[in-house]
Every structure is written in C-alpha cells, then in structure tokens.
C-alpha cells in the first residue's frame, strides 16, 4: 500500500506563503494522481488541487486559482502544494491523496485511494 505523510503546515498572516510536502512510500508512487483537499471545521472536505501521474495535467479550485501551485516529483515520490496570498478562508487542515490513473476524476474525492493524515493551515487576519 501507498503511505502518505504531509508536512510544512504552519501559522501565517494574510498574504504570506506556505509550501507543503507529502512524502509518498511505496515504489508506485507514479502510477498515481496526487491531489490536495482540505476540510475546515463544521465544513465538508473540498478539492484544492491535483496533478495527473504523468504531471500533464493540473486542476485547480477556482477558489485557489492563481494563488497555489501543486508540483510533483516521482524522483523523490514527493507532491508539493505552493500557497501564495494566503486569505483566511484557507484555514484547514490539508490533506494529501493518491488516486489510482486518475485523470480529470482526481477533482473528486472518490477518486482516492489513500489519505495521509493532514497537516493544519491556520492563517491569521
């Protein structure tokens, strides 16, 4: 099985930056699309974004658009998520997940094979 493990969550004011790391076991790690999502308290987990396993394609939030980026890098079996111009309403605990081929079916969290355990984005106004 795939084991995921995100990093770099943090306190920060608006308009600062975060990178985040989930590092990925296991020798499949290509064979998988890699998203973020993030849940909030009292809200449903929503998509932020993901990468196919080829790094072709990338999908975004409208609601992140323009301000994050996520990268991947097979090498290290290592997705990253870019946070610039962080607002409040980003506050959440982020989630990394790995979905089997998943091409445009990597925005919904169906698509999910595995979950890592979140790491918390608290952003300060």
């Known amino acids: 099985q795939v084991q995921l493990v995100e990093s770099g969550g943090g306190l920060v004011q608006a308009g600062g930056s975060l990178r985040l790391s989930c590092a990925a076991s296991g020798r499949t790690f290509s064979s998988y699309a890699m998203g973020w999502f993030r849940q909030a308290p009292g809200k449903e987990r929503e998509f932020v974004t993901a990468i196919t396993w080829s790094g072709g394609s990338t999908y975004y939030a409208d609601s992140v658009k323009g301000r994050f980026t996520i990268s991947r890098d097979n090498a290290k079996n290592t997705v990253y998520l870019q946070m610039n111009s962080l607002k409040p309403e980003d506050t959440a605990v982020y989630y990394c997940?790995?979905?089997?081929?998943?091409?445009?079916?990597?925005?919904?969290?169906?698509?999910?094979?595995?979950w890592g355990q979140g790491t918390q984005v608290t952003v300060s106004s």
């Open positions: 997940g790995a979905a089997y081929r998943a091409t445009v079916q990597a925005v919904y969290a169906y698509s999910y094979d595995y």
